[in-house]
């Protein structure tokens, strides 16, 4: 919520539009939900535009918390979001094997908040990352017992092939994303908008190109 992005945001999003805000930082959790109040209450939308907020985004996939400290870390979040007069959705984001291997993720998040790309699969082709990604929803629903929301998901267009049919390319990507938004529309966020060239490619070169508008 740093830079005033928030407030960017509301002042161009349209009016059935909200923000999945996000609080990366655990710590500075309770600085940044000051600085995510602070723009959200200055909106005349307030609150309401807020779809959910995330504490964390693979805390534990990458290894910087472990399972009870990010659980404590949502607690904490919704506590200092409700006391600014938040009272919707609050999740932490990781991977599904986070999530398997730590079914207190789900207990603690309001959705199952996973994100996951058929392109890391290895053995996915493109036209069938829609199909992927509604076994990963339903196996998701059966773990946590809540509804699933992929947080993201794409398919790169540059750098190196992933497994066999991991294959990074323009018309992959368009295979991809077809195959997603016809088959599970409703239960996911694209990643990403532009390539992110301030990234690190990677060990595969793929970092900085899943820019759907590239």
């Known amino acids: 919520p740093d830079c005033s992005v928030v407030s960017a945001m509301l002042n161009s999003i349209s009016s059935n539009q909200k923000i999945f805000a996000g609080l990366y930082y655990l710590d500075s959790l309770s600085s940044d939900v ?26 534990v996939n990458s290894g910087t918390y472990d399972a009870s400290t990010v659980v404590s870390a949502v607690s904490s979040g919704r506590s200092l979001l409700s006391n ?40 996915t082709a493109p036209e069938d990352s829609g199909s992927f990604l509604q076994d990963t929803i339903s196996s998701m629903n059966s773990l946590c017992g809540k509804d699933v929301l992929i947080c ?14 991991g294959v990074p390319g323009k018309s992959e990507q368009l295979a991809s994303i077809k195959s997603i938004a016809e088959s599970v529309p409703d239960n996911v966020i694209f990643f990403t908008t532009y390539n992110d060239y301030w990234k690190s490619p990677g060990d595969y070169g793929v970092e900085q190109y899943w820019g759907i508008f590239d």
Request: charged share 10%; aromatic share 12%; glycine share 10%.
């Open 84 to 123: 600014k007069g938040y009272s919707g959705l609050v999740v932490t984001v990781d991977t599904v094997p986070a999530y398997q291997n730590n079914p207190s993720l789900c207990d603690a998040s309001d959705f199952a908040a996973v994100n996951q790309h058929a392109f890391w699969n290895g053995a």
């Open 34 to 59: 000051d600085t995510l109040a602070e723009q959200v209450t200055a909106s005349s939308r307030g609150w309401d535009a807020i779809y959910a907020v995330s504490v964390g985004n693979e805390w």
């Open 152 to 165: 993201e998901t794409g398919w790169p267009t540059q750098g190196s092939t992933y497994g066999s049919l």
